[in-house]
Structures are given as structure tokens and as C-alpha cells.
């Protein structure tokens, strides 16, 4: 009896069913409402829309704010006409500075941190309380010659 409760014990347990991962049929293909100007770029740097940046290195990055991350970087400047939470979208690991203003300033505090959706090569967004007016978008610690950015309206 002792002997077939050790084997008993003794015998592996079943494995747990292997984690179900999402098929992605189409990267970007099934992008929310507020998210379909990630697919159509722009030029400028307005809310529904996607711009590719050029980078450069973070150390020659005028105006970079403290606390940003090393390796490339990029900057450009935005408006927001009506006060909301509005979020920046990128294509890559980053950190994402938002500041007042034309030029000086202190970095503005994030409200939420998240993801992209599954299926998409959104990797991250971090959302801002904006109210009226000028802008500059620091992006840092990034790794490659360009980063797709984009603007987000809404929560």
C-alpha cells in the first residue's frame, strides 16, 4: 500500500495545456477607430494621423529633457486645439517626454501607461491631460534611424 502511494506521487503531473497565442491573420488590419491613422501617415504631428521620424543622437538632441532615456532620439512640435487625454503612439520601446511650450519647460506627468492591440506593431502608448495650446514630443532610448510616432485623441 505505501509502495503505490510513492509511485502514485512519484508520477509526473500532466502538463498544462500550452498557452494559446493569438494568430494574427494581418499586422494593423484590425486597428480600433481611434487608431486607423496609424496605417495612413502624415506630415505633421495631429491626432489621427502616423509621422516617421528621423532620429538622431540623444546627446545631440537640443532641449532633451532630464530623466531621458540614452541612445537616439527625436523631437517635434504639436498643437492641441481642445483640452483632453490624448495619447503617443510608438513602433518601438521608447521613452516619451511631452513638455509645454516652444522651448524649456518641465516634462509633463503621463496619466496611463499601455500597449498597442494584439495584432498590431503599435508597441506602446502613453496617454497626457493636454489642455489648449504648443507642445514638443521628446522621444529617447530609442535604437533605430527612424520612429514611427502618432498622436491620439481620446481616451
Known sequence: MLLAAALLLAQAAPAAPAAQTTQCKATDASLPAGLLG????????????????????????????AGSKPGKAAMIGFRIESAGIYGVALDQGGWIDVLPGAEGGTALASVRHGHGPECSTIRKI???????????LYVSGLAGARVKAMLVAGE
Open 38 to 65: 496609424w496605417v495612413a501617415p502624415g506630415d505633421a504631428f495631429v491626432p489621427g494621423k502616423a509621422v516617421a521620424l528621423d532620429t538622431i543622437d540623444g546627446a545631440a538632441l537640443k532641449g532633451l529633457p
Open 126 to 136: 502613453v496617454r497626457f491631460r493636454l489642455e489648449p495650446g504648443i507642445y514638443r
